[in-house]
């Protein structure tokens, strides 16, 4: 148990620059082809990459927080039990990820019906960026401040 942890930990952990990298790239792309007038053709490459990702980075969540890391659900900080680094994933950084990942979710579905109207970009890219912007105050970067007073490393 203790290798497929430590071996998910590091893939959550990594694939959260290549979710980022491709989050930013998909936006980037739909603002230049919104801008450039190109009609969204149902689908785009980039942003099903990212929408992937996202969800793969969910799925390995899921799997910590629901049964390996000891900061997940069976730290049980709902009862009142667990360490601050354990609140924080069940308050913070689970409900935050989540709605970023429903976010970006409704954004891909919503821009691929708008295909006709040529609003799909704008779709991805307003939808995209929200997603982008909770998943970057979410995530427990190394100089968050508050969670290295609570024993962060
Ligand atoms: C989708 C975007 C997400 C990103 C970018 C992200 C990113 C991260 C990062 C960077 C860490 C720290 C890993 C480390 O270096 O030790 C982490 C830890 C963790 N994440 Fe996420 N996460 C995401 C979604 C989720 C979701 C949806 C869940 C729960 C369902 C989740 C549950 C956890 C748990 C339980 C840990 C603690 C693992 C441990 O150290 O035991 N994450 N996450």
Redesign the pocket.
Known sequence: MGVL?TAI??A??G??WI??ILLIAAIARAYSRRRSGVLYPGKDKLALFAFIS?HL??L???L???W?????IAADPLEGGGSAVAKY?NYV??WA??L??AIVTIGYIKAKKQAELNKGYKTIGVYYAIGLLI?LA????PFYSGLESVGWS
């Open positions: 942890y930990q590091h959550h952990s694939l959260r979710v980022l996202v980075q969910l390995l969540g899921l910590l927080f629901l390996l890391s000891p900061y997940g994933y950084h689970w990820m989540l970023a990942v998943m979410a995530i427990p970067w």
